[in-house]
């Protein structure tokens, strides 16, 4: 009351106030009633006509470095010429509202002409025959779209000097599902096409660059079957919403690092929201959540020695087909310092192409070095000479290896009826030199005299026929018979001797070797291999702590003594130290000694095929060095049809790589001195 009482007042400017604010109140009363009443079933119908679409945006994948934090793997941007189709709404009506208006020109001809023949004009349920159907209405309509699409393909093909062609069922499909995403018409864009377009096509056209992230490995081949490789995937993974309406480009990893780390790595998709109209055209984009980063995977990969084991089998071999595998390992830590498995693989190419090499004979996609299973031969006769060893062999008895009656110059022992032949002169043999030229002879006799269930016994704390735990998803068991096997009655005597001199119911994988060696020469410890160092986020401000990997995990104790380890590293220094070891050439050729000592032992096993023919041999020369104190296992194998043998095949490959060691030492052992000094 107080309020009119005031306006009662002869006040012409408080009336003039109180006349405004009514003047905005009605005003406002108004707009409500026209949004509220009279615009309601226009609201009403664009709410009808929308909706939301959500669409899933792929995280950075994580990198993969070495130990020094080389790149081995990491994301490159990708520029991709796109048909954005939303864009083209109005070239596409128009494209189809001529094409309407020519199909109703037809028809009226048509009708004309039919009405002609028959002297009348036609009925209307006779017009509703010329009338045009649904289904013609759509191929209109996707007829008009095509033609708006593959005419700005070809003004782009033109400009671009690029050939150009838009295939019509891949387009509809795109279009009739994918509608508010951008169509790719020319992936992977070079520099050069990338300013050809920005200078001939400012804008407006419908098409633009869209920018993808693809997977590369900036140093090809190298240590490809360690890394694997990523297979396009889009899906949703443990931890995402299960249902996206979209799914933009992404990848997941198959075999290799990138699989067996494919969740760090991959990240955490974030989400969008695309508002799309009726038509299923993009109106607005919202972000609902914002991906997160995957971490970087560092390996204990050395990429300089990873590069000059590579580079060291085709040097040697003279062929990029060769079949090989190195491992390299610190013998004190298990850390994997170098994986080859040849013939090299390009993941890029993997990538885009899953069903590349398959030749049967190659085998290029199997990782080597973890994966495939080969009899050792005379690599594994370290193992029974240290179960000899440790059940009272006496290292300066002496064996008497017999002739050969068919080959006087080779010698043989029997083992029942059967003859199994040696590769050494007949003569007298003690451990060291039995080692020295891998007499069979010698270690079948004194295997069996040892008894097999001790050599199985010894051999099973090394975990032959066990894998490794390596994070790769490319490791097999490899082979290796059981005590219970070798207790049974149908094991004889011929079995127990195959396993002695590396051959039979045996099959190992080069890493099993390296395992294996690596205990022999740290004293006896059976070390878990350690492949990555540590996982850490991309983004070093980030806070977020690493997670780091532990070294020198024990996994085993062989249990014999340092007396047994002593006497079998001298035997195995004499491989490369006496003129008369298999090993020797590789270690002495002029300009080629090394100041290192190394302890090694070739081997050669043969390959059968059914028939028991031979076809391929599969050459060894495993190793740990220095002498004095050893720190690293060096373990090649390569398989031939030629011949040869471990030290002339295997051995000048390690030679190179222990070269390469030395170099790494010398490096970074100088600097360090000179600090010290100063």
């Excluded at 009405?115 to 209109?140: I, M």
């Excluded at 060769?322 to 850390?335: C, E, I, L, P, Q």
């Excluded at 590349?356 to 080969?374: E, F, H």
Aim: with cysteine.
């Amino acid at each position: 009351m107080l309020v009119f009482d005031e306006l009662k007042k002869n006040d012409p400017q408080l009336r003039l106030v109180a006349m405004v604010l009514a003047a905005g109140l009605c005003i406002l009363v108004a707009g409500l009633w026209w949004v509220q009443v009279v615009s309601s079933r226009e609201y009403q119908e664009h709410l009808d006509t929308q909706a939301y679409r959500s669409v899933r945006v792929p995280a950075a994948r994580g990198k993969i470095l070495d130990r020094e934090g080389r790149v081995l793997a990491e994301n490159q941007p990708s520029y991709n010429l796109s048909l954005f189709l939303d864009d083209l709404q109005k070239k596409i009506s128009d494209a189809y509202s001529q094409l309407l208006k020519q199909a109703h020109e037809t028809q009226k001809q048509a009708l004309a002409v039919r009405e002609k023949q028959l002297g009348r004009s036609l009925t209307k349920t006779e017009r509703k025959l010329f009338a045009l159907s649904d289904a013609r209405l759509q191929q209109l309509q996707a007829k008009a779209r095509f033609a708006v699409a593959n005419n700005i393909t070809a003004q782009i093909s033109q400009k671009l000097q690029q050939p150009l062609s838009l295939d019509q069922k891949s387009f509809e499909r795109a279009y009739e599902t994918r509608l508010a995403l951008p169509y790719p018409i020319l992936p992977n864009m070079n520099t050069e096409q990338i300013a050809r377009f920005e200078e001939n096509f400012p804008g407006g056209l419908g098409v633009n660059l869209d920018l993808q992230s693809t997977r590369t490995y900036p140093n090809g081949t190298t240590a490809a079957h360690l890394l694997g490789y990523v297979l396009r995937d889009d899906s949703s993974k443990l931890g995402e919403d299960s249902y996206f309406d979209y799914y933009l480009p992404d990848y997941r990893g198959v075999v290799g690092v990138e699989a067996g780390f494919d969740s760090q790595l991959r990240g955490q998709a974030g989400e969008e929201s695309l508002l799309v109209n009726s038509q299923g055209f993009r109106q607005s984009k919202n972000i609902w959540s914002q991906p997160e980063p995957g971490h970087n995977v560092v390996l204990t990969i050395d990429l300089d020695i990873q590069r000059v084991a590579e580079q060291a089998i085709l040097d040697n071999q003279k062929s990029s087909d060769a079949r090989a595998a190195v491992v390299v390992m610190d013998v004190h830590s298990g850390d994997v310092l170098a994986m080859v498995s040849s013939p090299a693989i390009n993941p890029v190419y993997m990538s885009n192409n899953p069903a590349y090499l398959s030749d049967p004979k190659l085998q290029p996609q199997i990782n080597r070095a973890t994966y495939g299973n080969y009899a050792p031969g005379s690599i594994f006769k370290p193992i029974v000479g240290l179960a000899a060893l440790e059940n009272g062999l006496n290292p300066n008895e002496i064996y008497d290896v017999q002739p050969d009656p068919a080959e006087p110059n080779k010698g043989c022992i029997y083992v029942g009826q059967r003859k199994i032949r040696d590769t050494v002169t007949p003569g007298a043999y003690n451990f060291q030199h039995a080692i020295a030229q891998s007499s069979n002879s010698y270690f079948i006799f004194n295997g069996l005299r040892t008894g097999i269930q001790k050599i199985v016994a010894l051999a099973e704390k090394f975990h032959f026929g066990d894998t490794s735990g390596l994070p790769t998803r490319q490791e097999s068991r490899g082979i290796f018979p059981s005590l219970k096997q070798v207790k049974s009655s149908d094991w004889r005597d011929g079995d127990s001797a195959n396993i002695c001199f590396g051959q039979g119911d045996l099959a190992v994988t080069p890493m099993q070797i390296a395992v294996a060696y690596s205990a022999i020469a740290n004293g006896g410890t059976v070390l878990w291999p350690r492949l990555v160092e540590r996982i850490e986020p991309q983004d070093p401000a980030s806070g977020e702590a690493a997670t780091n990997f532990p070294s020198g995990v024990v996994r085993d104790k062989i249990g014999v003594s340092a007396r047994s380890l002593k006497i079998l590293r001298d035997a195995m220094l004499t491989e490369t130290e006496n003129p008369e070891g298999s090993g020797y050439p590789a270690f002495h050729q002029e300009g080629s000694t090394l100041n290192i000592r190394v302890c090694g032992k070739t081997g050669t096993a043969q390959v059968q095929n059914e028939n028991n023919q031979v076809i391929s041999h599969n050459y060894w020369f495993a190793s740990f060095a220095p002498y004095e104190n050893p720190k690293y296992a060096v373990v090649v194998m390569v398989q031939s049809e030629s011949p040869g043998s471990g030290g002339i095949v295997c051995a000048p490959i390690a030679h190179d790589i222990y070269a390469e060691i030395l170099k790494k030492e010398n490096t970074t052992t100088t600097p360090r001195m000179l600090a010290e000094a100063n």
